[in-house]
């Protein structure tokens, strides 16, 4: 901690607070009816998405999944945009096309959250093919659930990254559960990480609620594969404090346990309680990022309230990147 | 002065390939057996020798992986990969990558992504390849919206098709019929693109217009040859892309004959043959002067046997009997 400025400390406090008060927003405005759709929260899995992100360049790219929100906000993206983009409006990242679950920002290298559970792991091996190609040193980072490492994609991705020596991390969040199936009945190993040795790399597991371990362990395999040496898998075990999509009964696991991973391992409060118990900040910095948080969500909500809904021609827009007469429209 | 000479499917499409990477650093070819070996049919063939293992690269049995590869590289904008699935046969391991992926990232980012990636695979029966090596899936992929889907009939096509899809900005599937491959024919040395969305007529005609795919073109132009010697004058148009579809050059042919057969290698059922019959139905009713007729092979598995398999196939006998029942 003491190698690290005290810029990016609150960086990494101000993205997670980001992250937060994103999420708590997106609930309410979901309950309240304004979000339509499945939105899948992040609350919870914080110290994961800033942890591996304050290791990355705007240049670097990340693949997403369905919870991924906090990679979004994390990684740069226009949180305007993305707002307005849950909303359904013509301002959205995906001018009303895609929703919650298709949010990207191509600018900062954020190549889409995926309704297909493990189908952005095998675009980030091409966006390491690319950058390898390119004689670049940029990385691409694939986040996935711990369900999706029983899918096809994340064996196949890594194998083919480890063969072609490719600058992708492979970021596996474990927050114990594929909807409700836990953890020890997906698979028998202890470690998602373990499978690394399957496929010939690095496999790491790490504390996903200590944003400080998750950025050490992802530093390493970050500037190793910048430095051409490969992939690397990263287990952070984690819990999200929601449920799997707003909206869920959540019969399959007890109060008792949820409370628990609130009281004890919020990576907000774990990483405010260390920043103040060395003296690095003051409670008034922490609050003013707070404010300054809220501020900043409150008026991306406004944004995509105030945000007119896309024109019904838009319907036929965007399918292909030329005009092709006659395709999208059988007249019969 | 342009140099036409006779040379193969397989070697139009080898061309176009090594044209297009020579002139772009980006175009990557990637696949099963693309590299040294130069790919089961030959198409990749000294592209090995010519580029490094960087840029033609061998992969494992991973056909989602290495596709989905294919479609994230695209998506960065750093690479234009050509991407080999060895037989269409195999979509299946690796739809969700073409279909779900491929197809839609751009609509749902409103229009910020370009996947500019072309998926070439091998389709088509009469190998005795039986059931899973055999077929001609083109209609699934037309199905989904945002795949172009490329299907070329001469060598001549093959490359300039090839070419366009390559520097086309959105997924192409491009579909290669096995029993082409070794069908010569005049190919310019010097590059040359065939826009995507023109059919081409193979044969003018004014009793009957014959539409037909891939292998199905040659098959309906011996049956026009035939024809001729009776009086029957026959137009074939071959329409090259099944998305972007040529509806106007296959409504005017029909709007001049007055009668259409659909020959396809595809399935029956919600398939290529039967698109063309509603466009047909929906936009040339009042000229049509006699049912649409559709040949097909039936809604069946493709059979091993020889015997069973050229029942299977469209064959020039039923081409022709379509034909004489609504002269
Ligand atoms: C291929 C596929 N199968 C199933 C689903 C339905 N589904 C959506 S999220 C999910 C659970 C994913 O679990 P995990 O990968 O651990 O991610 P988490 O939701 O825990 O973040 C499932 C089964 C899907 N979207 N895609
Ligand atoms: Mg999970």
């Keep these: ?332 | 002065m342009a140099v036409v000479r006779e040379i193969t499917f397989a070697q139009a499409l080898n061309e176009a390939l090594d044209y297009e990477m020579s002139k772009d650093p980006k175009v990557v070819v990637m696949g099963e057996d693309v590299g040294v070996y130069g790919g089961i049919y030959g198409v990749t063939a000294g592209l090995y020798d010519k580029y490094g293992p960087e840029r033609v690269i061998d992969t494992p049995i991973a056909e989602s992986g290495f596709v989905g590869t294919g479609v994230g590289a695209a998506a960065t904008g750093l690479l234009r990969p050509v991407v080999e699935l060895m037989f269409i046969d195999f979509l299946g391991v690796t739809f969700d990558q073409i279909y779900n992926q491929a197809a839609k990232m751009r609509y749902m980012f409103g229009g910020k992504a370009k996947i500019s990636m072309v998926l070439r695979t091998v389709c088509g029966a009469g190998f005795s390849a039986a059931a899973q090596h055999s077929q001609s899936l083109h209609a699934i992929f037309a199905h989904v919206p945002g795949l172009k889907v490329v299907m070329p009939s001469t060598p001549y096509d093959a490359k300039g098709l090839l070419i366009s899809s390559i520097e086309d900005d959105d997924p192409v599937i491009f579909i290669e019929h096995k029993a082409l491959y070794a069908v010569k024919g005049e190919v310019p040395e010097e590059p040359y693109s065939i826009p995507l969305g023109e059919a081409d007529v193979k044969r003018e005609g004014k009793d009957v217009t014959i539409v037909a795919t891939a292998a199905m073109v040659h098959k309906s132009l011996e049956v026009a040859e035939n024809l001729e010697k009776d009086g029957i004058s026959v137009e074939v148009v071959d329409p090259r892309t099944i998305v972007p579809l040529d509806v106007d050059t296959i409504i005017n042919s029909i709007k001049k004959t007055g009668k259409l057969v659909v020959v396809d290698e595809g399935y029956p059922r919600c398939g290529f043959a039967t698109d063309v019959a509603a466009l047909a139905v929906n936009k040339a009713f009042d000229s049509l002067k006699a049912p649409v007729k559709i040949v097909t092979p039936p809604a069946t598995p493709v059979p091993f046997s020889p015997v069973l398999e050229s029942e299977w196939i469209p064959s020039t006998e039923k081409i022709e009997k379509a034909v004489r029942e609504i002269l």
């Design chain 1, 1 to 332: 901690m003491e190698e690290i400025s005290k810029e990016m400390l609150l960086w990494m406090y101000e993205m997670m607070v980001k992250i937060r008060e994103h999420e708590e927003r997106v609930a309410e405005l979901f309950a309240q009816g304004k979000i339509p759709g499945f939105v899948h929260l992040y609350v919870g899995e914080e110290a994961v998405a800033v942890g591996v992100m304050a290791n990355l360049r705007k240049e670097d790219y990340i693949t997403s999944t369905h919870r991924g929100h906090g990679h979004y906000v994390a990684k740069g993206g226009d949180i305007k945009a993305s707002m307005a983009e849950l909303f359904g409006k013509k301002t959205g990242s995906g001018k009303g096309k895609g929703g919650s679950m298709h949010i990207a920002d191509l600018d900062v290298g954020e190549l889409g959250a995926n309704g297909i559970v493990g189908g952005g792991i095998p675009h980030a091996v091409g966006a390491g093919l690319g950058i390898k190609l390119n004689g670049l040193d940029n990385v691409a980072v694939a986040f996935f659930g711990d369900g999706a490492s029983n899918q096809q994609n994340f064996h196949e991705g890594i194998n083919l990254a480890s063969i072609l020596k490719l600058p992708v991390v492979f970021v596996c969040e474990n927050n114990q559960y594929q909807i409700s199936l836990s953890y020890d009945k997906q698979q028998t190993i202890k470690s998602v990480a373990e499978r690394g040795k399957a496929y010939g790399i690095p496999g790491v597991s790490v504390d996903g609620q200590d944003v400080l371990a998750v950025y050490e362990v992802a530093k390493e395999a970050i500037e190793r594969a910048r430095r051409g040496e490969g992939p690397t898998l990263i287990e952070a075990k984690t819990y999200r404090f929601r449920g799997h999509f707003e909206g869920d009964p959540q019969v399959y696991r007890s109060k008792e346990e949820v409370e628990w991973w609130k009281k004890n391992k919020d990576p907000i409060k774990l990483f405010e309680e260390k920043l103040l118990e060395k003296g690095i900040v003051t409670k008034e910095e922490l609050d003013s990022i707070w404010e300054k948080v809220k501020k900043e969500i409150e008026e991306a909500i406004k944004f995509a309230e105030e945000s007119p809904w896309p024109s019904k021609e838009e319907v036929l827009e965007d399918v292909f990147s030329t005009p092709t007469k006659g395709v999208l429209v059988w007249q019969w």
